[in-house]
């Protein structure tokens, strides 16, 4: 997947006037970065976020989407167990585990 950026970070992407702009790109990973991809971008490592951001984020998620679709229906009360569960599986799993590992 990282191979598709590389052209646009080496190069940049040309402009309909025939010149060519150097844009910055935003990835998000839970995968170990090698030296490789590394030395092109700033890096920056965060810890797995606290349950409680995951259930705030997901409130906003279901917020915007029935804001966007007003017959959803959708409930409240499934947030937390899904926060709960992927902070779990997170923390099982692990970035750069081989499933082997997991097992």
Known sequence: PLMVLHPLVDRG??????TWMQ???????????????????RV?????????????????????????HPHANITTDWQRRFAETFSRFVLE???GRTAEERQ
Not at 51 to 60: F, K
């Open 13 to 18: 992407v040309a402009l309909d006037d025939g």
């Open 23 to 41: 844009i910055p790109v935003v990835g998000i990973s839970n995968w170990a970065l090698d030296q490789s991809k590394m030395n092109r971008m």
């Open 44 to 68: 920056t490592y965060r810890g797995n976020p606290p349950v409680t951001d995951l259930v705030l984020t997901a409130d906003e998620l279901a917020y915007k989407y029935q804001a966007d």
């Open 93 to 95: 799993t692990g970035p």
